[in-house]
């Protein structure tokens, strides 16, 4: 990938990409390499596609998604009226990691449901700090929460519930972070093989400063042509 990220700012025109230290290659690859995968995952990208409504999308990422169940601990969760909060992975003491969760991309509870034996599972809804007051307020004071909601805080993720629920477990679908490129290594990270030639187009055009300039129509066909 150094090779290639090399090659191509000569082609590009980047008369100073001999002067590019290992550690700056390094440094940019990452760059590019997180900018690649959020691009996919949010559909901020010339295509204007996520990753939930394209299968190229979805497989590339597929190596990244981590399923982290058994959230619901004693040493992991803290009980409030009406909710539950929950370490993020990653974030646990007293060895934290948070290099470990990179985006959140879905979760669901299980309940007894009303105190009872009705065992369920109900999918999360996420909201913003400040869209909560419409699911949690109303005229009566009283709301009716039909599905959890989801907050994050800080490293952890918080769990709104109804008043007579009881959350017995939670499964978190996430992103985690990719092995870092290094020049080192064998360069792979977590992503199919396919992929390292766009990330490394990607880098060359945001080193180029193309991404950010409206006046250059060709890189963003580069990009396009990377999509």
Known sequence: ????????LQQLGGFASKGFTESERNLHLNVGLHRYIKQRYTGNNPRKVSVEGDLKRTADLSGLVTIKDGLVSVTNTTHVANADIFTLPGYETPTPNPNKFMLYMYSQSAFHLGGGDTFKWIGNRLVAHNDLHKYIANHANDPVIEEP?????SGKIMIIRGPNDTV???ELFYIEQPTAITSGSSEYVGMPEHTHEEIVELTSAILMGRTERKGYAISQEELKQTE
């Open 1 to 8: 990938m150094h090779t290639l990220l090399l090659q191509n």
């Open 168 to 170: 017995t477990d939670v």
């Open 149 to 153: 909601l989801v907050l994050f805080i």
